[in-house]
């Protein structure tokens, strides 16, 4: 079955990133003229993507106005003849048929996940962590490729990439097997592993394909690591008893809940932004001079 519906679970708190965040939600976070979410749900889209149910909290309704249409401005837009600005709002607008949801209380990945529930009924779906923006070949979108897993393989998917020994501890932990290419098969994983329990240096990376089955484990997982419901602990149930795949994407992912990860993402995308990207560059050369 074709993958037609994601999940972008955007309720966390930010706090990585305060004191921006206490005011600005870390998904509304710019990357040169376009918030972070912005590139998440193009992802989406690129990959063929037409439904997105975003889980908010409370504080982020920016989140649901950047989608939404802002009759005043769009006039002043067409009455000051700025034309090719009208059109780029609008197009943000048309997007996706796009949903949302509030995670009521803060129990983490899995319990956010688990409140896409009536929205996914029966299909599989795409989950694209709201604090990752992947920047991928515009023909090879990060999630499109778990897409491309899933109906060779026909199970769950894990975007997966290669951590350093200190990240693995922050992140989750997989056993892997080579399949093909850049696909392994999974067949162990655990979250935020204690020194003598990591599996592998490769971790979940930001993006992942599930059958709606995951939603009857969610329910059946108890807390796990901080006392949170953890979407990796479910997955390792889902992972034992069906089997998942791995895929080590085509793409740089930026962690837009960190301080640095932001800065990197500005950086990189800005250099290849086709309005300011030579300014830009020659604004870095000069300044790399004083370094």
Do not use: W
């Not at 990240?167 to 592993?193: F, N, R």
């Amino acid at each position: 079955m074709k993958v037609t519906k994601a999940v972008i679970p955007a309720a966390g708190l930010g706090t990585r990133v305060l004191p921006a965040t206490k005011s600005v939600p870390k998904e509304m976070l710019p990357i040169v003229d376009r918030p972070a979410i912005h590139y998440i749900v193009e992802e989406a889209v690129r990959a063929g993507i037409t439904d997105i149910l975003i889980i908010t909290s409370r504080g982020k309704s920016s989140v649901e106005d950047y989608f939404d249409r802002a009759p005043e401005l769009e006039d002043r837009l067409l009455a000051s003849g700025k034309e090719d600005l009208y059109r780029q709002i609008i197009d943000v607008t048309q997007m996706a048929n796009i949903q949302y949801v509030r995670q009521q209380e803060a129990k983490g990945l899995g319990h956010a996940v688990l409140c896409a529930k009536s929205f996914v009924g029966s299909d599989p779906f795409a989950v694209l962590y709201g604090d990752d923006v992947i920047i991928s070949p515009p023909d090879k979108p990060a999630i499109g490729q778990l897409c491309e897993a899933y109906d060779r393989y026909g199970l769950g998917v894990v975007g997966i990439k290669e951590v350093t020994p200190e990240q693995i501890l922050k992140y989750s932990s997989l056993a892997v097997e080579p399949l093909e290419g850049q696909t392994y098969k999974v067949t162990d994983m655990v979250e935020k592993p204690a020194p003598d329990k990591v599996l592998s240096l490769y971790s979940i990376l930001g993006r992942c394909i599930l059958p709606a089955e995951i939603f009857s484990i969610l329910e059946e997982t108890p807390l796990g690591a901080g006392g949170e419901l953890q979407l990796t602990d479910a997955m390792r149930t889902l992972t034992l008893s069906q089997g998942m795949t791995g895929v080590d994407y085509i793409g740089k992912r930026y962690d837009m809940g960190n301080k640095l990860g932001v800065l990197e993402a500005i950086v990189e995308v800005g250099i290849a932004h086709p309005e300011i990207g030579e300014g830009f560059k020659d604004y870095l050369r000069e300044f790399c001079k004083t370094l």
